[in-house]
C-alpha cells in the first residue's frame, strides 16, 4: 500500500468496492498526506475526493458556492456521453440534485411527514411490521427453530420497506415492484441489477416504469385522497401554483428509494458488525437501552451512503488546494466517519459511542430528511432482534453491493434460530 502513489489509490471504482468494501486504508492515508486530493482515473471526470469530517462540512454548508444540480454521484461516462447536455436535462430533478432557493420550496412539501414528532407517532407500527416479520420467518422453522435466509433480501429490505411504502401509500402488493426500481437505481454499476441497455436513456429505462405508476398513484388519490404522502403530493402546490409532474415524480421517486435501501444496507452491515464484534452483541442483548446512542454508531460505522458530489460555483480555497469553478468534489461520508480528528479510536464499533458527530446522514442544506425515520427504524429493528433471536450464523460467502456510491452487503446467507 505504501508503494502506492496517492494518484493510484482506487476509492472509486464498483468493482473494488464489490471485491474489498470501503477503501478505509486509502482514505486513512488520504486524510493524512493530502486531504483534497485531484483524481482523474480512466472513464471518469476528474473529481477532488474530499476525505476529512471538517473539510466536507465546509463544503456541504455552503450550498451557494458548492451546488448540488449537475454531477451528483459518481459513476464512469458512457462513450459519447454529453455531460453538459446530461446536467442540463438529468432524468430526476429531486431534492438532492436541486439548489436553494428551489431546493427549500421543494424540501418544504414533505418536511413535516418525517419530523421527530411525526415519526415517534410511528413507533407502534414499526413494532408490528417487525413481530410479523420475524414471525413469518419463524414458520419456516425447523424443529429446533433454524431458519435459512438471505438476511439482506428476507430480513433486512423488510422493515424498512414497509414503513416508506406505508407513509407513501403504496399498497403491499407493489412492495416487489419498488424494491426492484431501488436495487435497479442503487445498482446501476452492479450486474445483478443494472439494466442493459446502449444509452443513457435504456439503462434508466426503471425510471420510466416508476413515472407511469406514479401516474395511476396520484390520479387514485386525487380522487380519493387518504392519510398518506402520496395524497398531499398529489394536492401540491408551490406559490399557488401545481407542482409540474416532473419535479413533483422525482420527489416521489426519492423518498421512495432513500427510504429504505440506504436503512437496509444499516441493518445489513450492522449484523456484520455484531456478528464481527461479539461484545457488543452481548452488551446489546443485556441492555437494549445502547440503542439509544447504538442507532448512530451504526450508521457511523456502516455509513451507506459513502458519496455525493458537489460542483464549485466560483474558485475557492478549501484546506490550502485552490479548486476552480467547475470542478466536482467528491464528499466521502464513510472517510469522514473514520476521521481520527474526529472520533477517538474510529476504527473501535462501540454501540455507547457518545458524542458521535458522524456524516453518515450528510450536514447542512441536505442533511438527510430521513434521518429520524432511520434512526427509529434500526432502533425498532435491533430490540426486536435480540428479543426474537436466540443466535444465528453466516451460512455462506457474503457479497457486497457493485457501486462506490451506497455501499452495504449484498447478500448474506443465515442461519437465525428464532424463538416462537
Ligand atoms: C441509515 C439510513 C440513511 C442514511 C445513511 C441516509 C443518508 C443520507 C445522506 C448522506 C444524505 C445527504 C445527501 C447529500 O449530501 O446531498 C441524505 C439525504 C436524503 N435522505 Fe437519507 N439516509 C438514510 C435514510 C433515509 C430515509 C429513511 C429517508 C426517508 C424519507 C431518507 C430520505 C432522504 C432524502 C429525501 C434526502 C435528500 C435531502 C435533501 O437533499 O434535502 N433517507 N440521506
Known sequence: M???????????????????????????RLRAEDPVHRFAPEGYRPFWAI????????????PERFKSAGRFIL????????????DDNPPLRMLVNQDPPEHRDFRKLVSSWFTPRAIAQLEARLDD?????????????????????????????RQPLRMITEILGIPDER??????????????????????????????????????????LLDERRADPRDDLSSVLAAAEIDGEPVPRFELYSLLFLVMVAGHDTTRNA?????????????????????????ATGADEIVRWTTPVNHFVRTATADYELHGTQIRAGDHLALFYASANRDEAVF????????????????????????????????????????????????FELDGPVELLASSFVGGPKHIPIRLKIRP
Open 75 to 86: 459513476i464512469p461516462d458512457p462513450p459519447g456521453f454529453d455531460p453538459g447536455a446530461f
Open 267 to 291: 441493518i445489513s452491515g450492522g449484523l456484520l458488525a455484531l456478528h464481527d464484534h461479539p461484545d457488543q452483541l452481548a452488551a446489546l442483548r443485556r441492555d437494549p437501552g445502547l440503542l
Open 175 to 216: 412492495e416487489e415492484f419498488v424494491l426492484r426500481i431501488t436495487n435497479q437505481n442503487f445498482g446501476l454499476e452492479d450486474p445483478e441489477f443494472m439494466l442493459d441497455g446502449e444509452s443513457v436513456q435504456e439503462a434508466l429505462a426503471f425510471i420510466g416504469e416508476a413515472f407511469a405508476y406514479f401516474d395511476e
Open 344 to 391: 477517538d479510536d474510529p476504527y473501535a464499533f462501540r454501540l455507547d459511542r457518545s458524542p458521535n458527530p458522524h456524516l453518515g446522514f450528510g450536514i447542512g442544506e441536505h442533511y438527510c430528511l430521513g434521518a429520524h425515520l432511520a434512526r427509529l427504524d434500526l432502533k425498532v429493528f435491533w430490540r426486536h432482534f435480540v428479543e426474537r433471536i436466540e443466535a
Open 129 to 157: 411490521i417487525t413481530a410479523v416479520l420475524w414471525d413469518q420467518l419463524a414458520e419456516r422453522a425447523d424443529g429446533d427453530g433454524w431458519v435459512r435466509a438471505d438476511f439482506v433480501r428476507d430480513v433486512a429490505a
Open 2 to 28: 505504501t508503494d502506492t502513489t496517492l494518484d493510484e489509490l482506487d476509492v472509486i471504482t464498483a468493482a473494488s468496492y464489490a471485491e474489498h468494501g470501503y477503501p478505509h486504508d486509502a482514505w486513512a
Open 51 to 62: 476525505t476529512t469530517a471538517a473539510d466536507i462540512t465546509e463544503v456541504s454548508r455552503q
